[in-house]
T-cell receptor
Framework: GDSVTQMEGPVTLSEEAFLTINCTYTATGYPSLFWYVQYPGEGLQLLLK?????DKGSNKGFEATYRKETTSFHLEKGSVQVSDSAVYFCALRGSYDKVIFGPGTSLSVIP | DVKVTQSSRYLVKRTGEKVFLECVQDMDHENMFWYRQDPGLGLRLIYFSYDVKMKEKGDIPEGYSVSREKKERFSLILESASTNQTSMYLC????????????FGQGTRLTVV
């Protein structure tokens, strides 16, 4: 079945460092891909999405490119801030409308 | 502003009790989902519904049931709560189109004692 794998955390970075969180997927057909963010004590909210190969999603300085050849959707940000501290989930929407999530990566940004 | 509302942020229930978790969305979405979130395991799908009175099992349906009598409301039922059902429960909704995202409620932290 469909699945999502993402790098294990936690990740700790200094402010202004470069961030990459790896995400790969397995799915039949052509799923849509998403990154969600969960701030402490809150529910998940959409960060960005891409719906077809080579699409780039971007929001709040974060970017991810849908790479069909490597089945990947890595999240990047050039300069992280303390306010980016959160848990990040990679997800896909494929067969039967299910939304499948990766295990989440906890990010802590220290001043 | 679009909204998914879960009836409680925190619940404490006793082992063996029947527990109802309620979720309401105001976006006229066809699809609704219940997940549980546990440390190290991410979000696991319990049940989802793609229309009124329709439901499909997710990855971990054992010990749970659901009800969707109206389009805007999706209830998760723990028939006889057990301590291993202590978790964060997240409700979500989405449109049917595959390129659309899911919208989440704030979550219900359930503790079974």
């Amino acid at each position: 079945g469909d699945s999502v794998t993402q790098m294990e955390g936690p990740v700790t970075l200094s402010e202004e460092a470069f961030l990459t969180i790896n995400c790969t997927y397995t799915a039949t057909g052509y799923p849509s891909l998403f990154w969600y963010v969960q701030y402490p004590g809150e529910g998940l909210q959409l960060l960005l999405k891409a719906t077809k190969a080579d699409d780039k999603g971007s929001n709040k300085g974060f970017e991810a490119t849908y790479r069909k050849e490597t089945t990947s959707f890595h999240l990047e940000k050039g300069s992280v801030q303390v306010s980016d501290s959160a848990v990040y989930f990679c997800a896909l929407r494929g067969s039967y409308d299910k939304v499948i999530f990766g295990p989440g990566t906890s990010l802590s940004v220290i001043p | 502003d679009v909204k998914v509302t879960q009836s409680s942020r925190y619940l404490v229930k006793r082992t063996g009790e029947k527990v109802f978790l309620e979720c309401v969305q105001d976006m006229d979405h066809e699809n609704m989902f219940w997940y549980r979130q546990d440390p190290g395991l991410g979000l696991r799908l319990i049940y989802f519904s793609y229309d009124v009175k329709m439901k499909e099992k997710g990855d971990i349906p054992e010990g749970y049931s659901v009800s969707r009598e109206k389009k805007e409301r999706f209830s998760l039922i723990l028939e006889s709560a057990s301590t291993n059902q202590t978790s964060m429960y997240l409700c979500a909704s989405s449109r049917t189109l595959a390129d659309t995202e899911a919208f989440f409620g704030q979550g219900t932290r359930l503790t079974v004692v």
